[in-house]
């Protein structure tokens, strides 16, 4: 089976982004961070004291969001199209990896850099993030076909209220 996003062999799956996706994400980040520097640079030093204070400061924050985004998706990227994979029980991460049987609960945070926040046996959090390279669609179809059968029973209660919430 293999999809855009989903590449299963006989013992892995792998969730991968795509280059369109990739594109369209760092395009954005990049817009938004030449237009906040922009406004910072050229807008704000030929406006009034107030405005331009007012204008530096929206320069200001929107260029350390968009910049720090555009950089974490250029590590992303740099670093492999793989953004994480299900193999021999275990669920591997970029930075961390977690033996599937010892999650409690997986759900999505995030605002602007969605993530899913994975609750294991012990109370700890392990954050697992798609950096919005991977529609949620295409991770829930993941969890369910490959996490959900090997799971313990309260992920699958957890899991299930959550689907039929939304």
Not at 20 to 30: Q, Y
Not at 43 to 54: E, K, T
Request: glycine share 8%; with cysteine.
């Amino acid at each position: 089976m293999e999809e855009h996003n989903i590449k299963v062999t006989e013992n892995k799956v792998e969730v991968v982004y795509t280059a369109p996706g990739a594109g369209c994400m760092i395009t954005s980040a990049l817009f938004g961070t030449l237009l906040s520097a922009f406004v910072l640079f050229v807008v704000a030093p030929d406006s009034g004291i107030v405005r331009g204070f007012l204008v530096g400061i929206i320069g200001i924050v929107g260029l350390i969001f968009s910049g720090s985004i555009l950089l974490k998706l250029i590590s992303v990227i740099l670093s492999g199209r793989t953004i994480f994979t299900i193999e021999s029980g275990i669920l591997k991460g970029r930075r961390n990896s977690i033996p599937i049987n010892e999650i409690d609960d997986i759900k999505w945070s995030g605002s602007s850099l969605k993530y899913l926040a994975i609750k294991t046996i012990n109370n700890q959090t392990i954050k697992l993030s798609t950096y919005n390279l991977i529609s949620e669609e295409k991770v829930n179809q993941v969890i369910e076909e490959f996490i959900m059968p090997y799971a313990a029973p309260e992920l699958k209660v957890n899991w299930e209220k959550r689907m039929n919430n939304n």
